[in-house]
Structures are given as structure tokens and as C-alpha cells.
């Protein structure tokens, strides 16, 4: 599969997980630089990684602002944003945009893009895609978008949620 930013396309080595194989361990950084692992995102519910290339542009910041306008309505899965700015960006991107309840990681060290085979080597950033796992580790829904620039299909994801994880 070939991906592209603004139409120029760009090399990502490796295959990406596919839905139903386990989910590779990562380390990620939350706002305090404290370490988080994939077992500390699913220890409790099921999750939903947002991976933006870049919180402060256009489509990134509209993706992390429509995943935080549903994180309240579904309750029963945890719901991340990850993208390779440091921790201080997130926060100040979350602070000018009022986001409040979408927990942002930083893979500022490319641990995540490396293990998912989703870090852009000549632009150091990770792909734009969506992730569902279980709390077994195992993927059930993954968009991983061609053109970096699209948005991902929100409804398609969010129904998945609903119908894999809602009572």
C-alpha cells in the first residue's frame, strides 16, 4: 500500500498489524513524561488510539477535537490521541483548543510508529490511522488512511465501538 502527503507519496516500511493479531507492546509518553504501555491503556476497557503525524495542523487538530466531542458518550472504552509532538505541544494544543477529556501520548520517541510499522522515516512522524483493541490486546478495527491529509470514516469507527463494546 502506498501512502502520501499531499499527494507526494512516502516509503513506510513494513506490513501494519492487521485486525484480529495482537496489537505489538509500545511505550508512549502522557503529559508528565511518564512511561505508558498498551497493557496500561486496556487494563480496565477496551481502546480507541487516534494516531494524528501532527496535533498542530488543520486535519489532525479537527480528528482530536471530534474523538474528544465522544469520548463522554462511550463510556465503556478508553479513548487516546497519539502523535510524534512532544508532550508540551499536546498540552498547549489542548489548552488553546479546550480539549479536555481526550487523554494525549506523544510517541516523540517513535516506539509506537516503529512497533506498528507506522513511523514515516524521511518526515519522523506516524501515520494517520485509527486502532480498536480488546482488552485482550487484540486489534477489532484498524483505518490506516492512504492520503495523510483525508480524515478517517468516524461514523464506520464509532459504530464498530458501539457494536463490539456498548451493553
Request: net charge negative; with cysteine; aromatic share 8%.
Amino acid at each position: 500500500m502506498s501512502f502520501y502527503f499531499h499527494g507526494e507519496e512516502v516509503t513506510v516500511p513494513g506490513t501494519r498489524p492487521e485486525v484480529g493479531s495482537k496489537m505489538p507492546d509500545f511505550t508512549l509518553l502522557d503529559k508528565d513524561g511518564k512511561s505508558v504501555s498498551l497493557q496500561d491503556l486496556i487494563s480496565d476497557k477496551p481502546l480507541l488510539i487516534s494516531v494524528v503525524p501532527d496535533i498542530n495542523t488543520r486535519v489532525c487538530s479537527i480528528q482530536t477535537k471530534h474523538f474528544n466531542e465522544e469520548v463522554d458518550g462511550h463510556e465503556s472504552i478508553n479513548f487516546v490521541t497519539v502523535s510524534t509532538n512532544t508532550s508540551e505541544q499536546q498540552s498547549e494544543w489542548c489548552a488553546a483548543e479546550n480539549v479536555k477529556n481526550m487523554k494525549m501520548l506523544s510517541d516523540v520517541n517513535s516506539d509506537f510508529g516503529e512497533a506498528m510499522n507506522l513511523i514515516v522515516p524521511e518526515k519522523g512522524i506516524d501515520l494517520r490511522s485509527i486502532w480498536v483493541v480488546n482488552t485482550d490486546g487484540v486489534i477489532t478495527y484498524s483505518e490506516v488512511l492512504e492520503e495523510q491529509t483525508n480524515e478517517p470514516n468516524y461514523t464506520v469507527v464509532l459504530d464498530h465501538i458501539d457494536e463490539m463494546y456498548t451493553n
